[in-house]
């Protein structure tokens, strides 16, 4: 199947939208995108690996086409990409994670590791040198869950700061396709969608506890890893990619000069690197 069929289906009462392309009996590959985003995404580097991949590109509960999670937290998240999996008969597979793709499929990959194949990490981090200051005003929530602190992150919901999230770091940004951050916007204009993102800016801290785990199963179990990270990541540096070496050292490292959403200039880079290190 080459062509990108758009599907739902009900996991644990809640409806998850995905993408799926390419034939059963290709390697399985994962597609988890980040906020606030949806698979759409994905749309360039879908076409460029459905020859070679058995690709489902989900939304994660609350984003997208998909309903909201059950609880605004990423255990709630992960749970239902988990039980997405098993619903669709991804047994084994790579996952692709971006940005809060990356805790719900680490998250995965501990609860679950003789399902892992490998990871494609892409702006995805795991270390807490990887957070930039940029995360200060989430971190300051973290600390103090006081109304104002979490009002104060209401700037990150708007439009502005979506289309900055897009075409920081980029060298040309009438390179970018304003029908990403348009249809962004059009999502987290939805009723609830702010108190959903709001909720999981508290609840990220959850994930920088979990690193230590991350790290140890990246350790442990030694997955093929490939990270290809926008250098130029105003939210996520690049010695978090760096960092994936020191415990896997068989990790494959490759930076591009750009943003926080590589895929939006570099998809056929981006395509070409997970071929070729999946061969």
């Not at 993408?19 to 879908?46: N, V």
């Not at 619903?87 to 590791?113: E, K, M, N, Q, S």
Request: net charge negative; hydrophobic share 40%; proline share 6%.
């Amino acid at each position: 199947m080459n062509t990108i069929a758009y599907r739902t289906i009900e996991v644990d009462g809640v409806s998850i939208f995905y993408r799926e392309a390419g034939s059963a009996g290709q390697p399985k590959l994962l597609l988890l995108h980040g906020f606030p985003t949806s698979s759409h995404m994905f749309r360039d580097l879908i076409p460029q690996l459905a020859d070679r991949f058995h690709i489902v590109a989900p939304d994660l509960p609350g984003f997208g086409q998909s309903d909201d999670p059950k609880v605004n937290s990423f255990d709630s998240i992960a749970d239902s990409i988990e039980h997405f999996t098993e619903v669709v008969g991804f047994d084994r597979f790579i996952v692709y994670v971006f940005d809060y793709g990356a805790p719900t499929g680490f998250r995965l990959a501990v609860r679950h590791p003789e399902r892992i194949a490998g990871i494609v990490s892409q702006n995805g981090n795991a270390y807490v040198e990887g957070l930039s200051d940029g995360w200060n005003p989430i971190r300051a929530y973290w600390e103090e869950a006081s109304a104002a602190n979490r009002d104060a992150l209401r700037a990150m919901l708007t439009p502005q700061t979506t289309y900055w999230q897009y075409t920081h770091g980029v060298a040309d940004p009438s390179a970018i396709s304003p029908d990403g951050y348009t249809l962004d916007d059009h999502y987290l204009g939805r009723l609830h969608a702010d108190n959903v993102q709001l909720d999981l800016f508290g609840d990220y801290k959850s994930n920088v506890a979990l690193y230590p785990v991350f790290q140890d199963y990246f350790r442990t179990h030694k997955p093929r890893f490939l990270a290809v990270w926008g250098k130029n990541d105003p939210f996520f540096l690049p010695p978090g990619a760096e960092a994936f070496k020191r415990d896997n050292p068989d990790a494959r490292v490759t930076f591009l000069d750009t943003g926080h959403f590589a895929l939006e200039t570099h998809a056929a880079e981006i395509a070409e690197e997970i071929r070729a290190f999946f061969n």
